[in-house]
């Protein structure tokens, strides 16, 4: 059997606009990268935060050299951390990286053309996501974020799909390893195996065997907890939801209350000794979660105003990690702060209006790619605001689905025929 040597030119002049894109994309991303130092600053950022240093501790764990497992981390990061620095070392870890940034603005391109059938939209996107710079700064640091968008992007790159019944396996299984990495995203997994349960009722009494395909999509999310049980007694997924909930948020939230009157905050929280910040935090993380939830819910008005204050610091903030060039920083601030944040808050409201708005339209594939698409980009936003001084971290990794929904929700805004198209209807892709 010979090998036809006509298909590689064919594939890639039939793809020539997305290889051009990526070539564009790459060119960026070698700019910005050698403006923060090149390989140099791989040397100095991979493991320039605690975060980062537990990650690949947690990876020694699962390799043998250590006998300790963090009880505050789950597993499945640090498996693509072990299995990347034993094969290429640390510089492999920084192109794997590199590699899901670059799919994951490829599944944007193609999710978004899947759903609008627009090239140039499609393009759009692309480039949106290309031209968040913090995102390349998060390449190169041992951390979750960069995985999180590829995960989300391919979230959304099967929502299109024309056969949801081949496909909500393989959503319901992207949720779990999602949750193995962001733990933040376990109740969007509970919340997805009710709605399973509940629209597949009939068939699990027919098929028994439903119920097994459910389990092994939730494999990961059940080693997970395998192992907090094993090694700490507890079938509790991670201690992170606890640590943001009391160490953060109830931390805050206490010493609003307590320096608060009629004309603000007596004190800054920001001015606290780290000797105080250590005190108050481990006084908080003993406290019994019941307490905690009761004094938050008395101190509603507290609560609600931390909140905010949160979301208004996650969503202006830059990337922390740009410490070799002070310039890139306040860029990423100033886009931040002056548009991404404001836009985020619009179309947050203009998703819910869209969804009232044209509610009659619920069972069809544009529809409900709008409604889960929007669920999953809104809980990664809005939830960051359990928590704080984390730079723009927690909602980088939205960047992608973020740039699929807005750009389509738009389009089917202005479009005569943006709801109206079925899931039996689906716009065929054009040849990119």
Same mark, same amino acid.
């Given at each position: ?172 299984? !992207? +949720? ?8 933040? #995203?376990?109740? %969007?997994? @509970?919340?997805? /195996? $009710? ?90 993380? !003993? +406290? ?8 938050? #819910?008395?101190? %509603?008005? @507290?609560?609600? /105003? $931390? ?126």
């Amino acid at each position: 059997m010979t090998f036809d040597y006509r298909i590689l030119p064919q594939f890639l002049f039939k793809h020539r606009l997305l290889f051009c894109l990526c070539f564009f994309a790459i060119a960026f991303y070698f700019f910005i990268f050698s403006q923060l130092g090149g390989i140099t600053f791989v040397n100095k950022s991979l493991f320039s935060g605690p975060d980062s240093f537990e990650y690949y501790g947690y990876s020694r764990w699962l390799s043998g050299e250590i006998e300790t497992a963090y009880q505050w981390r789950t597993f499945f990061y640090p498996l693509l951390v072990l299995l990347t620095t034993k094969l290429f070392g640390f510089y492999g870890l920084w192109f794997f990286q590199f590699m899901l940034w670059l799919s994951a603005g490829i599944l944007t391109f193609k999710t978004v053309i899947a759903i609008t059938g627009k090239t140039w939209i499609g393009v759009t996107a692309f480039l949106l996501n290309v031209f968040n710079i913090s995102l390349i700064g998060y390449t190169t640091q041992v951390l979750t974020e960069i995985t999180v968008m590829f995960l989300l992007s391919l979230l959304a790159f099967l929502l299109t799909s024309k056969n949801r019944k081949q496909h909500k396996w393989s959503v319901l299984l !992207l +949720l779990s390893v999602l949750a193995t990495v962001k733990p933040g #995203f376990l109740p %969007l997994v @509970y919340f997805s /195996m $009710v709605i399973f349960l509940v629209f597949q009722f009939r068939n699990i009494l027919n098929k028994p065997v439903t119920l097994l395909l459910m389990l092994l999509c939730l494999s990961p999310v059940i080693i997970q907890k395998s192992i907090n049980k094993i090694n700490h007694g507890s079938f509790q997924m991670t201690q992170v939801a606890d640590i943001n909930l009391k160490e953060y948020f109830f931390r805050k939230t206490s010493f609003y209350v307590t320096h608060s009157n009629y004309s603000g905050l007596t004190k800054d929280f920001g001015a606290l000794s780290d000797q105080e910040v250590r005190e108050q935090k481990k006084i908080a993380f !003993l +406290l019994p979660n019941s307490i905690v939830y009761a004094y938050l #819910f008395h101190h %509603l008005n @507290y609560s609600i /105003m $931390v909140y905010w204050d949160n979301l208004k610091e996650n969503f202006n903030a830059g990337n922390p990690y740009f410490f070799t060039n002070p310039t890139l920083l306040k860029l990423s601030q100033n886009i931040n702060t002056n548009f991404i944040s404001w836009i985020h808050l619009f179309m947050a409201l203009l998703w819910l209006f869209v969804l009232g708005y044209k509610r009659r339209f619920f069972k069809t594939r544009n529809y409900q790619f709008v409604l889960w698409l929007g669920i999953l980009a809104f809980y990664e936003l809005f939830s960051s605001g359990i928590t704080f001084w984390a730079g723009d971290r927690l909602v980088a990794p939205a960047t992608s689905i973020c740039c699929s929904l807005y750009l389509c929700l738009l389009f089917f805004l202005f479009s005569k025929t943006g709801f109206e198209i079925d899931w039996d209807n689906q716009l065929t892709q054009k040849s990119i």
